[in-house]
Nanobody, 124 residues
Framework: QVQLVESGGGSVQAGGSLRLSCATSEFVYSHYCMAWFRQVPGKEREAVAGRDSVGELNYADSVKGRFTISQDRAKNTLYLQMNRLKPEDTALYYC??????????????????WGQGTQVTVSS
């Protein structure tokens, strides 16, 4: 059973920072593609950043230069460091994983495993 446990969401002012964590099993961490998505009510879930099947990191244009994926192999955890946050970054953020070979920004329907989500709220 694949489990993805997110943490780290919260409320910050614009310009602030947050770090999200996605903890999983050693097998998933080592063998699955993993990614971060976000969703606001009434909109589709969009890819933010991801790690593809060969370990390459990919970022959506809207977060390039502000968000960074980091990894802790000892803790089987994928992080999303979010800097210079903007109000438009407000969303429910999800961690996703899949054993398929694909790009880290592949669309949401292609990912089979999801965390429970963590809310990020950025005020102006």
């Amino acid at each position: 059973q694949v489990q993805l446990v997110e943490s780290g969401g919260g409320s910050v002012q614009a310009g602030g920072s947050l770090r999200l964590s996605c903890a999983t099993s050693e097998f998933v961490y080592s063998h699955y593609c993993m990614a971060w998505f976000r969703q606001v009510p009434g909109k589709e879930r969009e890819a933010v950043a991801g790690r593809d099947s060969v370990g390459e990191l990919n970022y959506a244009d809207s977060v390039k230069g502000r968000f960074t994926i980091s990894q802790d192999r000892a803790k089987n955890t994928l992080y999303l460091q979010m800097n210079r946050l903007k109000p438009e970054d407000t969303a429910l953020y999800y961690c996703a994983a899949d054993p398929s070979t694909m790009n880290g920004l592949a669309p949401a329907p292609l990912w089979n495993y999801w965390g429970q989500g963590t809310q990020v709220t950025v005020s102006s």
